[in-house]
């Protein structure tokens, strides 16, 4: 079988990605604003700088490039960049324009460079005076070509003055023949001197032509074919440039430190990362109201009124549709919902699953179990003089504190006023009758609980109850309290069965055109 090829990465990967993004913008957008602004400060207070180029074309014979190899003429072309660069060209420079200035001084600002595809040379030179910056430029042009002229005189007197004293010699050797064959008068005297003529005159021709290849072997020869021109405007500081790169230097220093910043955050700020972190599902993704038109600044809400057909309904409407799944497959009457820390929305959770049960024509009762801070009364407007906390001190039955709602099929029992020892009373609560006489008030019994890691209750209550449901603030709870409430939970003997993830940014909205929690 042949390898599959590689996959992209999962659309809900690219989800989250860009979740991480928008949730850390500011980030990205604060280091990318200051990275710009930094540029702009810094080119700003940059002083202008003027860049003229010359240009010198070099000639290499056969034999100083190679027989024309691409690559030997590439490497004598970067011999002769360092040449330019030389303090022995620099030097011609100084005293050429009568600088007062030492030659490494001019190195700084020179600047050589090959054109590609041809034996030209650019000589470029900076400076804050335009005028300077071309007066220089050609100046190290002139003095290369003149550097180059003087080096290839010297290369070719050294190789051709012994052939210069040879050529002489053999001259005078044939003056001196032409003279005595004048005079001569033997036949074998004449044959002879002619012979030594011929002679004497191919040794002159082959010195001569040995002259001729002496002179053109390793010389270089160098033409200014572009003189520099005064620049018109400055080389730096180059705005565009700047700006540009500060602004792609800031973009992604921003995503690495948003992509940073969401590894070191502990926080669980995805269904996913809680299924995988907690190994049971997720029952519903519910948006935080708080986040949206300031619904839900001063405490819980219900999903009636304004929030009748929001993203919120339907988030708590998914999560009692889950719930009855799980009913058909195993009992579920007694579900305790709570979270690992307080400020979650465990109570706001725990009502609005509720209503959403009721609304499927199931009986409710929601029993208000968090004694320490109850609240599940003022969502009902409902009077907490009399309550759970009424029944288990033996004041009133259970009957009596049962209360109906405007909501079918709901009811509601207040926690009650406030006692001394709530966790006696919880043991209390579960160690009597009271979760058995729920039962049979409504199909759905649903505890509202403290959190785990604050008190006790919460591991108390679970192992009485037939499930448990862990609400979940993606922007304040951490993995390591998910993790430890659960680890809690299980030693106390509770089933877990899902979690509610409540979220930040989600995207629910867009599928309501209009938005009734908007009125």
Known sequence: MSASPP???????????????RARKWTVLRVTAAAVAVAAVFTAFQKPVYQATAQVLVTFTSTSAGSGAKNEALGAL???????QSPTVAAGVVQELGLRVPASTLDNHLQVDVVSGATV??????????????????????AYVVFKKDQAQRAVGASTDPLHQAIA????????????????SSKGTIQALRNRRVSLASTLVDLQARLAEAELANATSAQVIKEAAVPSAPASPNWPRNVLGALAMGLALGVALAFTGEAVDDRVKSHRQLEEMSGVPTLASIPSAKARHGLGEHGPYLIEGKLEQGPVTEAYRTMAANILHLASQEELHALMVTSAVAGEGKTAAAANLAVALARLDRLICLVDLDFRAPTVHELFGLDNQIGLTTVLSNARPLEAVI???????????PAGPPIADPAELVARFRDGTYLKQLRKVGAFVILDSPPVLDVADSSILAPATDGVVLVVDGELATRREVRDAMEQLRNAGAKIRGTAHREVGTGLAAYYPHEPWKD
């Open 169 to 184: 010699s053999v001259q005078a050797q044939l003056a001196k023949v032409e003279t005595t064959l004048a005079s001569a």
């Open 121 to 142: 040379l650019n000589i470029r030179y900076s400076d804050q005076s335009p005028d300077t910056a071309a007066r220089i430029a050609n100046a190290f042009a002139d």
């Open 78 to 84: 970067n011999t002769e960049k360092t040449i330019v």
């Open 403 to 413: 209360n109906g709602t405007e909501i079918e099929n709901l009811f509601v029992i």
């Open 7 to 21: 996959r992209g990465p999962a659309p809900q990967e690219v989800r989250e990605y860009l979740g991480v993004l």
